[in-house]
Every structure is written in C-alpha cells, then in structure tokens.
C-alpha cells in the first residue's frame, strides 16, 4: 500500500512561518513530481507549488518570493517552507505525487489527507 502522509501544519500569527513536510511510503518504483496544493472553505483546490524529480520548482503566483518547495529523494520527502504567511493562505494543505508504484508500473497521482494550516490576524 502507498501512502502520503503529511505534517506541520497549525496555527500561527500573520508574518510567521510554517513547515510543512509530506513522506511518501510503501511499493515505490519511482516518484516523479511531487507538490502541494490547498483548499480553503468554499474554494477549490488550487496549486501552491511543485517540484520535479530533477528539482526544478514551479509555485502560484500568490506564494512566489515567501513558499518554497524542496525534495529529499533519498528518503522520498517534499517540504514546504511557509514564510510571511498571511490569513489568505488559511487551508488545508494536501501533498501530492505522481508515482510508479511497483504493483502497477503506471505513472498516477497520489494524495495525502491534508494537514489544516490556520493564520491569524
């Protein structure tokens, strides 16, 4: 069985930082891009950043210059730093993966259950 599963999330104050860690566990054969994504009430789910296996990053315009995304693939992680965090990033944050898994050897994505990230003001 393959999971994701995410942690780091809570509650901070407006200007503060967060990190947020995602590892991906069980019958790998390969992990391709790896990213975050979140969700606020009433919204949909929309890209925060991704990461390729090769390390180029790509983020949403709205978290460029204070979020950054990196990788361990020796220990099959993605991070996300969460700096000036400001009460519109309030969501919950879900790790995503694109996976070969050795079961099927077909590329598909993954998803963990999410971790709450709240900021106040």
């Known amino acids: 069985q393959v999971q994701l599963v995410e942690s780091g999330g809570g509650l901070v104050q407006a200007g503060g930082s967060l990190r947020l860690s995602c590892a991906a566990s069980?019958?790998?054969?390969?992990?391709?891009?790896m990213g975050w994504y979140r969700q606020a009430p009433g919204k949909q789910r929309e890209l925060v950043a991704v990461v390729t296996s090769s390390g180029r990053t790509d983020y949403a315009d709205s978290v460029k210059g204070r979020f950054t995304i990196s990788r361990d693939n020796a220990k099959n992680m993605v991070y996300l730093q969460m700096n000036s965090l400001a009460p519109e990033d309030t969501a919950v944050y879900y790790c995503n993966a694109k996976m070969i898994i050795r079961l099927t050897m077909t590329n598909q994505d993954y998803w963990g259950r999410g971790t709450q990230v709240t900021v106040s003001s």
């Open positions: 069980g019958s790998i054969f390969r992990i391709n891009d």
